[in-house]
T-cell receptor, first 110, second 115 residues
């Protein structure tokens, strides 16, 4: 069973703080992981992808992958009100079979 | 660089009807995946098309079918609509098949409401 689990939140952080979003997966066959941001009523927008253990940084975003513990996280530094959205974690498998978590709703308060 | 496009934006149907949704992949992409996203849930994988064939399929009934054309565009057909089919239908495109590292880019989606 390929499952991706996320805390549905809502997660609320003050502006300028670090937001930490977590995701666990059950299938060790996952080879790649993706974080998407989805604003209400819109389609998911890719933020980052990560394939290897460790950290990957892109601007204010850092993705962390730990395959031994089967978790993926996303850190958002200097959170802004415009970061308020639902964040979707997805695990990718062979042949682009991608499974999503239910998403974590983040609110950044001014 | 044209992104993924979908049509129509919104659609209202009644139970038992049939619907066709359309998707054009991002320029340079040849693989199209379809997802259903119910309110408050993550996208659920329906199926994926590559080289005009269905390559992967999620846990959806045969009422859901699709097609991919030589220009890589794709259609999703749903027959005998049920109230539970009301959702946002997302198309995602990527390049190639056979590796788990191909990033998928989503279109704006089609909001289907079944009354």
């Amino acid at each position: 069973q390929k499952e991706v689990e996320q805390n549905s939140g809502p997660l609320s952080v003050p502006e300028g703080a670090i937001a930490s979003l977590n995701c666990t997966y059950s299938d060790r066959g996952s080879q790649s992981f993706f974080w998407y941001r989805q604003y209400s009523g819109k389609s998911p927008e890719l933020i980052m992808s990560i394939y290897s253990n460790g950290d990957k940084e892109d601007g204010r975003f850092t993705a962390q992958l730990n395959k031994a513990s089967q978790y993926v996280s996303l850190l958002i530094r200097d959170s802004q009100p415009s970061d308020s959205a639902t964040y979707l974690c997805a695990g990718g498998y062979n042949n682009n079979d991608m499974r999503f978590g239910a998403g974590t709703r983040l609110t950044v308060k001014p | 660089d044209a992104g993924v496009t979908q049509s129509p934006t919104h659609l209202i149907k009644t139970r038992g009807q049939q619907v066709t949704l359309r998707c054009s992949p991002k320029s340079g992409h040849d693989t199209v995946s379809w997802y259903q996203q119910a309110l408050g849930q993550g996208p659920q994988f329906i199926f994926q098309y590559y080289e005009e064939e269905e390559r992967q399929r999620g846990n959806f009934p045969d009422r859901f079918s699709g097609h991919q054309f030589p220009n890589y565009s794709s259609e999703l057909n749903v027959n005998a609509l049920l109230l539970g089919d009301s959702a946002l239908y997302l198309c995602a495109s990527s390049f190639g098949l056979g590796g788990a590292t191909d990033t998928q880019y989503f279109g704006p989606g089609t909001r289907l409401t079944v009354l």
